[in-house]
C-alpha cells in the first residue's frame, strides 16, 4: 500500500479540500463529489475507469467509477509506485501545496528525456520513467 508522509498540517489541509471538495470542484469534476465523501481521499487523477486520491493520512487510493471495465468496485489501496508517483505529480500541477509531498530531486539526478514527447509533454500520458517528475535518478535506475 502506498501511503506518503504527512505533517499534522497537511493532513489538516487535504481533510479541508475533502470536506471542501463538493464545493470547490471543477464542473467537470463536480460529479465526483459523492465518491470523494465515501471514500475520503482527494481526487489526484481521473482515469478512464477509476480515480486516484489521496486520504488524510497520506494513504494513496483508487475507486471505480465502472466496475464493468475497472475490473473491481469500491475502494482500494494502490501499490504500483508509477501510478500513485504519477498521480501525485498530476495532483500537484492542481493542489499546490501536494508539491511537499514530492520527492526531492538527488543533486546527481539527470533531466528525463521522455519528457520531450509530445504525449508525456501535454500531460495525456504518464511518463514510464520519471512519473512526471521531470528528472531520474540513475543510482536508483
Same mark, same amino acid.
Given at each position: 500500500?502506498?501511503?506518503?508522509?504527512?505533517?499534522?498540517?497537511?493532513?489538516?489541509?487535504?481533510?479541508?479540500?475533502?470536506?471542501?471538495? &463538493?464545493?470547490?470542484?471543477?464542473?467537470?469534476?463536480a460529479w465526483?463529489?459523492?465518491?470523494?465523501?465515501?471514500?475520503?481521499?482527494?481526487?489526484?487523477?481521473?482515469?478512464?475507469?477509476?480515480?486516484?486520491?489521496?486520504?488524510?493520512?497520506?494513504?494513496?487510493?483508487?475507486?471505480?467509477?465502472?466496475?464493468?471495465?475497472?475490473?473491481?468496485?469500491?475502494?482500494?489501496?494502490?501499490?504500483?509506485?508509477?501510478q500513485?508517483?504519477?498521480?501525485?505529480?498530476?495532483?500537484?500541477?492542481?493542489?499546490?501545496?501536494?508539491?511537499?509531498?514530492?520527492?526531492?530531486?538527488?543533486?546527481?539526478?539527470?533531466?528525463?528525456?521522455?519528457?520531450?514527447?509530445?504525449?508525456?509533454?501535454?500531460?495525456?500520458v504518464?511518463? &514510464?520513467?520519471?512519473?512526471?517528475?521531470?528528472?531520474?535518478?540513475?543510482?536508483?535506475?
Amino acid at each position: 500500500m502506498a501511503r506518503v508522509e504527512m505533517s499534522p498540517g497537511m493532513s489538516e489541509w487535504v481533510s479541508e479540500r475533502i470536506a471542501a471538495f &463538493p464545493r470547490e470542484a471543477s464542473e467537470a469534476s463536480a460529479w465526483l463529489a459523492p465518491a470523494v465523501e465515501e471514500y475520503d481521499a482527494l481526487p489526484l487523477h481521473e482515469g478512464w475507469w477509476d480515480v486516484i486520491g489521496i486520504r488524510a493520512d497520506g494513504e494513496i487510493v483508487s475507486w471505480s467509477t465502472d466496475d464493468e471495465y475497472s475490473g473491481y468496485s469500491g475502494v482500494r489501496p494502490v501499490e504500483d509506485r508509477h501510478q500513485w508517483l504519477s498521480s501525485l505529480v498530476e495532483g500537484s500541477r492542481y493542489y499546490e501545496p501536494l508539491k511537499s509531498l514530492l520527492p526531492p530531486r538527488p543533486a546527481h539526478a539527470v533531466d528525463c528525456h521522455h519528457l520531450d514527447h509530445p504525449l508525456i509533454a501535454e500531460g495525456k500520458v504518464w511518463c &514510464p520513467k520519471c512519473c512526471g517528475l521531470g528528472w531520474v535518478d540513475p543510482a536508483g535506475a
